[in-house]
């Protein structure tokens, strides 16, 4: 179905994510300037922090809630082959989360919120940056409302019949946010705002980092599944084959839910709050949450390996050159996958309980985050946005060389950016400070390798830029002359899927479970034994 009607939602939702993205990437060089030997004495700690405050915030809240909801809305209508339900509430949700948006962005400006995106206590900024936050994440609820009503409505006209794996897993999606976003709500409105207000005198560091331990993780996972519903549901077509197989990707999906929310303490390892055996309890259940992704490289390799034979791919390994590189979804998630390869690796790691000593808080942890999410997570975001732009607007890509051009160029950056990152990291770089003081003869051999890092960052920048010239000038494009289908069919398409891999009842109330299993007791604790070294005057 066309997404007629329903363009102007989605690239109102895009514009806002990519618009805060270009901002970001030029804060992010602008950090890593102030870091580096060549910046040692430009601005002040205070504007540093001021800055990776906007770059955290930009990328972590505003790009990935707005993309994922305008991609939502285009999978909706155009999987589903359905209008969209409630639109008025689509663009009421879209207008809430700008307000909100604008709200934290101004506070933050201001130099009234220089808390970085994760806002640990007992640092607190103004109430109206976590306000500013709180209608974000209240707009997303509508817009996980109106996913689940659109799956509810078609399979309602469509019984017995398999819901689309891309909205199966768009749905999937939204049900894990509203799971994870509880953690860092009663976190917000319990206890930041009415520190923030003053109204409270003292707030629970260690209750309220065990709150937004809830949210912490698995909010990586809902950046995530967009890209892996690229990975399955738009890449075997681009590529010229099928996907191997649709039961795969349910599963894939449902794990997802499953295993990214009841880890979140795993972030705790060096806090002394809990004990070890929740501790590791919780380091076991992280290690499930490779699976999935196991899964999804099988899986979507195999559904290369079909393209190229396809395409006259021959022996072992034939078949990879013979796929089309040139098309940019295709060489995305070849670049993906690579990042995927060295952040997984980072982050097996960061989830030992003993190995995570080595590296805890230093700048091992930030590459790791950075190939994840700004890797494999955004150059996938632009994969999408190149596949799905010309039906948005009606137009067709002139040329795919530029595109190209910025998909590389994302790749190498990321890559000369992360790497001296973990040599850093293992050498003891400590992360979330302004400079350093590179006449310390102690630390003086970092300095080479945190100016790799800034010719990283500035060739990220020239990416980020590019990309956003690459969606302009699409607008002034030839008219497209046909639209073709973006979603991929399954070697084998099915026709009946049992009702556990159709919908989300099981899975919430095992979420329910494992939740209570890996959260009852280090919430409720604060309660039965409050801790009187917990308690924390504010700091403004």
Known sequence: MSVRNTEKLCLAHFWVAFAAFVIAAILGVYQMWVRSPLGAKVGSPSLYFLSVTAHGTAMAYVLTTFFIMGFGYFVAVSALDRPLPGRVWAWLAYWLALVGVITATVTVLAGRASVLFTFYPPLTGSPFYYIGLVLVVVGSWVWCGIMIAAMTAWKRENPGVPVPLAMFATVANAVLWL??????????????????????????????????????HAIVYFWLIPAYIAFYTMVPRAAGGRLYSDTMGRLTFILFLLYSLPVGMHHLFMDPEHGNGL???????????????????????ASLEIAGRLRGGRGWFGWIAALPWERPMVLAVGLAFVMLGFGGFGGLINMSYGMNAMIHNTSWVTAHFHLIFGGSVVIMYFAIAYQIWPQLTGREHASLRPLRLQLWLWFIGMMVMTLPWHYLGLQGQWRRVANFDYTNPIIASWGPWVVVSLIGGIILLASALLFARNLIVLHRSAAVASIRPLFALAVHPPERVPAALNGFGLWNALVLILMIGAYAYPIAQFFITPSPSAMVHRMD
């Open 179 to 216: 799971w994870t976003t509880v953690g860092v709500a009663v976190e917000l409105l319990f206890q930041v705002i009415p520190s923030a207000f003053g109204w409270t005198q003292t707030v629970d560091v260690g209750f309220s980092r065990t709150l937004f331990s809830w949210t912490l």
């Open 279 to 301: 501790k590791f309890i919780q380091m076991l259940l992280t290690v499930f949450v490779s699976v999935p992704t196991l899964l999804t490289i099988f899986t979507i390799t």
